[in-house]
């Protein structure tokens, strides 16, 4: 299970590079409303020995820092991303989070992109939405497209709807990431044509500007899970590649 500090790295990310990571949620436990089956931080239930969400004024004296400590050694980073143990726009001052991350942003790694990795739950909501909007990557999930394989897959608080979170992406008009993991269980298979062709419709309704498509890469805390392999992925994402969406996949 990760624990992560408020400002923690650099460290190589599949997706995104060099990567300073922002962890919004408790150092020592987890804050999600998701409890995913393949999350690298564990069950919900294992990390609720803390539950202390960092301030704004933390984040921005940490992460000040850690910048300049980094332009000082020289050190290049390619993002700046909110990811940490749990969904980052659960803590409550996340706008004002993201101006103070951006002004830091171009005043020590101006190359650097700043990213959102969040599971779009809380899209809907005007201030998250505006802020989210404000980021060079706001990388939103989408691992199913109906409720019932969302609980299967990411056990999501009570009231998700994959509709209303299509609804509130929209909002995006294609300037977004969207972020897919395929997967396996003894329950399912996302590489299945009744999630696969469901899921393609619903990026070709969004037209995000990038669909990242991943699989498991670390330990998970549900157990028997399996990958879809990248050339298993490649030929189920055919389909939008030959339509001109642009499209990461990452084994």
């Not at 940490?84 to 996340?94: C, R, V, Y």
């Not at 706001?138 to 998700?160: F, W």
């Amino acid at each position: 299970m990760l624990r992560e500090e408020t400002v923690f790295g650099p460290i190589f990310s599949r997706r995104l590079g060099t990567s300073l990571g922002i962890n919004l949620l408790p150092e020592k436990g987890k804050f999600c409303n998701f409890d995913c089956i393949y999350c690298e931080c564990g069950w919900n239930r294992d990390g609720r020995n803390d539950n202390k969400l960092p301030s704004a004024e933390k984040v921005r004296h940490d992460l000040s820092n850690k910048l300049q400590d980094l332009y000082a050694d020289g050190v290049k980073v390619d993002s700046i991303t909110f990811s940490g143990d749990g969904e980052p726009t659960l803590n409550p001052e996340f706008p004002q989070i993201i101006d103070d991350t951006l002004a830091l942003r171009d005043r020590y790694a101006a190359s650097a992109k700043v990213s959102v990795l969040s599971n779009a739950t809380r899209v809907h909501i005007p201030e998250v939405f505006a802020a989210v909007s404000k980021v060079d990557n706001p990388i939103m999930k989408i691992d199913a497209p109906t409720n019932e394989l969302v609980a299967k897959i990411n056990n999501p608080a009570p009231g998700y709807d994959v509709q209303r979170v299509v609804e509130a992406l929209k909002q995006f008009e294609g300037n977004f990431i969207l972020q897919w993991c395929l997967l396996r269980s003894p329950e399912f298979d996302s590489s299945k044509p009744e999630v696969v062709l469901p899921m393609l419709d619903i990026i070709r309704t969004l037209h995000p500007r990038e669909v990242m498509a991943y699989t498991i890469d670390r330990p998970t805390p549900a157990q028997n899970l399996s990958k879809v392999t990248p050339e298993e992925m490649d030929v189920l994402l055919k389909p939008l590649m030959d339509e001109g969406f642009k499209v990461q996949i990452k084994g």
